[in-house]
Structure formats: C-alpha cells, structure tokens
C-alpha cells in the first residue's frame, strides 16, 4: 500500500498596490514562489476583499503609500482588527523617507524595488512571526 501525502494548504496573501504594474509582477513573484495569493487596487478594495473572501488569508502584503483614504499602516490596522491572526509586510519605493518615519517599527517594511530573493525572505520572515 502506498502513502498518501497530503498537500499543505499553501499562504494566501492579499496584495495591496495602486500601481497596476508593481502589484502584477509582486502577485507573480509570490505565486512563483508556491503561493496563493489575491489582490487589491487600493485600500477599500482590500477592506471589501477581507469582508467577503472567507478564507484565511495569511499575509496582507501592502504599499505604504496609496491613494484614497487608506494608507498601507491605515489598512493594516483596521484589517487586523477583522483578523487578527493575519501577518502584515509592508513596501515603500520612498525609502529613508516620511513614509518609514511614519510607519515607526508597527510592521516590517520591504523597501522598493526589491529582488525575487528579498521579497522571499521578508514574506518568510513576516508569515513566521508570532
């Protein structure tokens, strides 16, 4: 008789990107590096995707710095209110700025533009957060 070997559920992670582009090639990224992941245009965007998408999402993976009402920080608290066992990374391509001064040392933040290899590393590092 052969073993069955069942699969892990991989990481859902919810990316939050105003720029088309960067959020495409972050969600290729990550799923290239075996996970699953949605993705949200903004910050309201991402609030109506938490409301409504049942699953566990592990990861809420967000610029800093967004148009509309809702910064990165912004969406990051008011999401883990909803869910609390949820881990948050943060990126900024205005690194040494305001935008990390702003953040203070709530959430990690993954300055842009990162490599393959960094954006690994640092979705590792925040998932295994306790």
Known sequence: MS??????PKPLILVVDDEDLVRRIACQGLQRLGYDVIDAHDGD????????DG???????ADVRMPGRLSGPALADIA??????????LTSGHARTED????????????????????????ASALSRS
């Open 3 to 8: 073993a069955q070997v069942q699969e892990l």
């Open 45 to 52: 965007s991402a609030l109506k995707l938490l409301e409504s």
């Open 55 to 61: 699953r566990k999402i592990d990861l809420l993976f």
């Open 80 to 89: 883990l209110r909803q869910r609390p066992d949820m881990k948050v990374l």
């Open 100 to 123: 990390f001064a702003s953040v203070g040392s709530s959430y990690p933040v993954l300055p842009k533009p990162y490599r393959r290899a960094e954006l690994a590393e640092a979705i």
